[in-house]
């Protein structure tokens, strides 16, 4: 079995007790959200968001 398959197998996952994970949050900011999907202009970053765990 694929480890895709583990991942997506719904019966797996339905017989967990709990899940526990790590959430990452954006924090406020005063300029617009970006996140460019391809090369972005020369000088400009990627992305400007600011992540918190």
């Known amino acids: 079995m694929s480890l895709n398959a583990q991942v997506l197998d719904r019966l797996t996952v339905d017989q ?4 526990e994970a790590n959430l990452n949050y954006l924090l406020p900011m ?3 959200l970006v996140n460019y999907t391809y090369e972005p202009p ?3 970053p990627r ?3 600011v992540y918190e765990s």
């Open 16 to 19: 967990l007790p709990y899940i």
């Open 42 to 44: 020369d000088g400009i």
């Open 47 to 49: 992305q400007n968001g």
């Open 30 to 32: 005063a300029e617009k």
